[in-house]
């Protein structure tokens, strides 16, 4: 690749995926990626592999939607969902996804117990948004817990998605180099 982007899977194996755009589980209701992998800017996964640390002591781990994304993918992303409270415009500044400096994630147990959110992952509406307390306590719970552990390690948020985290550090040109699958 153009920029080095390093396989979160070769730094610890502490995390769980489900890489939606490997599969037709998502929002645009097809396969994006011809595999399931997590690439990403060294020091985002470093970062990123310091608050599974965190998690983990506290008795959960991160579980994987989305890392590194081609900017042909967010092209056909945004043909599909024009709305960049949702899908980033690749015609713009593109997405932080497309720098390897952003990931989509959620929390689980260490036994593989999902924690509720209050809507899920790619859920295009209020019950996403971060400014929504319209939630159970043990959502709003959730999110807090999940938002203060990212946020301590250098990761922010966005208002209209709880699974979307940007590492403070996110320069570097939109990349459109293929996953690396095997």
Not at 13 to 24: D, G, Q
Not at 77 to 104: E, F, L, T
Not at 110 to 127: A, I, P, Q, T, V
Not at 147 to 160: A, E, P, Q, Y
Request: glycine share 6%; charged share 25%.
């Amino acid at each position: 690749m153009a920029q080095e982007l390093v396989d979160l899977r070769s730094l610890s194996n502490k995390f769980t995926y489900e890489v939606r755009y490997a599969t037709p589980n998502n929002f645009m209701k097809e396969t994006l990626y011809p595999c399931s992998a997590c690439l990403l800017q060294p020091e985002v996964a470093e970062a990123l592999n310091d608050v599974n640390e965190y998690f983990c002591e506290k008795g959960y781990r991160i579980k994987i939607y989305d890392c590194y994304r081609p900017l042909d993918i967010q092209k056909k992303m945004w043909a599909k969902v024009p709305d960049a409270r949702y899908v980033a415009n690749p015609y713009g500044k593109g997405s932080i996804h497309n720098r390897g400096a952003a990931v989509d994630i959620t929390l689980e147990t260490l036994d593989g117990k999902h924690l509720d959110m209050g809507s899920d992952y790619d859920f295009f509406g209020k019950e996403a948004h971060m400014d929504n307390f319209n939630h159970t306590e043990e959502v709003l719970a959730n999110r807090k817990l999940f938002h203060d552990g990212m946020k301590k390690f250098g990761f922010n948020s966005i208002r209209t998605e709880w699974w979307h985290f940007s590492y403070k550090k996110n320069s570097g040109p939109a990349l459109n180099q293929p996953l690396p699958c095997k």
